[in-house]
């Protein structure tokens, strides 16, 4: 007998029953009979896998006032998401070793709701560290090119670049790129501060799209050179995603990550809402932004992470635009948004989509049984009704800080359930409330 009964399920593979027993998927029938102990009757929702998101800062240990495991985690299940990969920063220590990862992994065990996985770092002065960490579990390693505003994250040159992906090729993971280029956009940077122009579009000009194809195009030189898989992670631009495919058509191994706030906003939302839509690369032209949306529908894009990565109310106060904190928080509803806007606005299908969402990932980065909806998987599943109108208001938002740049938007794309492997974990209930996620490791080498 199953433990529980998906009943009528439209999934991006088509229409059927899913039975799971013991939090795996173990029957896909276009009708299964009951009994089961529990049925969910789905008629009328999409019922897609779980999305996997690869690029969270839940800033835990260290800056657990900024977000914190059990705050960020629980926001992403409501937003569809039944798996994380925590950044090695801006939770400090970074995890740069073996003791920091482990003292990180403490923290997610005890806290997260969600499956987790972790990225180790790639900054200089580590490189030893790296296959200790690789063979303890991390996801990858992650690299700045250009400032990451943490001291105790120093951007990568060249030469550190080159010799940390090597390290990571030998031990077969692979390593994400924050791709700017660090003599421009410091260049750019210092010049407007110098001038006294810390306005919002004098940042925006700071950052400009040739900063990150200049970044791109060293990236992807490396990639060759060493042999080591690349992620370029945040791709802001069609340029850069226009780069990235001409690469990968000459055989280096390089996928493109976008965020929902690349696809769903652009720089006059940040006029409009100030530092709230701040990021580096920064949010793009509105021209730009829908070229994203036609590369995405053909393939250009790899993977969607939230990027989130949020900060105190006071940390965004500045009058200087230069030093309010740069990152968006969004993991709550940036998916949701993204669904909505790529199924009834942008005419994309389920079948594109939701692979970006979890089972590029779960390939990409070498994880297993997840990511799909397969009989032998875990039973990780997202109940989403596209017949919402919610506008977003601070006060629905789980994270530490009711701070959003989608705040005030109208939410298409209802989660009204997460199962992590079966369990119900939102709507959060009391049965469930003790349940923790678990690490993911990657399987394969990439
Ligand atoms: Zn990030």
Redesign the pocket.
């Known amino acids: 007998m199953f433990d529980l009964i998906i009943h009528a399920a439209e999934t991006p593979a088509g229409r059927f029953d899913i039975g799971i027993t013991e939090g795996v998927i173990t029957a896909l029938a276009p009708a299964l009979p009951d009994p089961a102990k529990t049925t969910l009757d789905a008629t009328g929702l999409l019922v897609w896998p779980g999305i996997m998101d690869a690029?969270v800062?839940f800033n835990e240990p260290g800056r657990a006032d900024w977000e914190g495991l059990a705050t960020g985690s629980r926001a992403l299940a409501a937003g569809g998401g039944t798996a994380f990969f925590d950044?090695p920063l801006n939770s400090n220590p970074p995890t740069a070793n073996l003791a920091a990862l482990e003292e990180k992994r403490r923290c997610a065990e005890a806290e997260s709701v969600l499956d987790f996985g972790l990225w180790g770092a790639l900054i200089p002065g580590n490189e030893d560290d790296m296959e200790p960490l690789a063979a303890a579990g991390v996801i990858g390693f992650k690299a700045f090119m250009s400032d990451s505003g943490m001291a105790e994250f120093p951007h990568a040159n060249a030469a550190v670049l080159r010799a940390g992906m090597k390290r990571a090729a030998a031990c077969g993971r692979l390593v994400a790129l924050?791709a700017e280029d660090q003599s421009l956009t410091r260049r750019l940077s210092a010049e407007a501060q110098a001038a006294g122009r810390t306005g919002i579009q004098d940042y925006l000009d700071s950052r400009p799209v040739q900063a990150e194809l200049l970044a791109i195009d060293l990236a992807v030189e490396l990639a060759g050179e060493t042999g080591c898989a690349l992620h370029i992670?945040?791709v802001s631009s069609p340029e850069g995603l226009a780069r990235l495919a001409a690469a990968r058509a000459q055989g280096v191994d390089v996928s493109a990550e976008t965020c929902p706030h690349y696809l769903l906003l652009n720089d006059t939302d940040v006029h409009r809402t100030g530092a709230l839509a701040k990021c580096a690369p920064p949010l793009r032209d509105e021209t730009r932004r829908l070229e994203l949306w036609q590369h995405l529908a053909a393939g250009g894009v790899q993977t969607i992470g939230s990027?989130h990565?949020p900060s105190p109310a006071s940390l965004k106060e500045s009058t200087d635009f230069f030093k309010a904190w740069g990152?968006i928080g969004g993991c709550q509803h940036g998916f949701p948004l993204t669904i909505a806007a790529a199924l009834l606005d942008h005419g994309l299908s389920a079948a594109t989509l939701s692979p970006l969402l979890s089972g590029h990932v779960v390939e990409r980065f070498g994880l297993a049984r997840k990511g799909k909806i397969a009989v032998g998987y875990d039973a990780d599943l997202i109940f989403l009704d596209l017949k919402a109108a919610d506008r977003i208001s601070a006060q629905d938002l789980l994270t530490r800080h009711p701070l959003s740049a989608y705040t005030g938007l109208v939410n298409r794309c209802r989660v009204t359930r997460t199962l992590l492997r079966g369990q119900s974990i939102w709507p959060g209930n009391p049965e469930t409330s003790h349940l923790r996620g678990r690490w993911l490791k990657p399987q394969t080498a990439v």
């Open positions: 690029h800062h950044m924050h992670v945040h990027d990565s990152g």
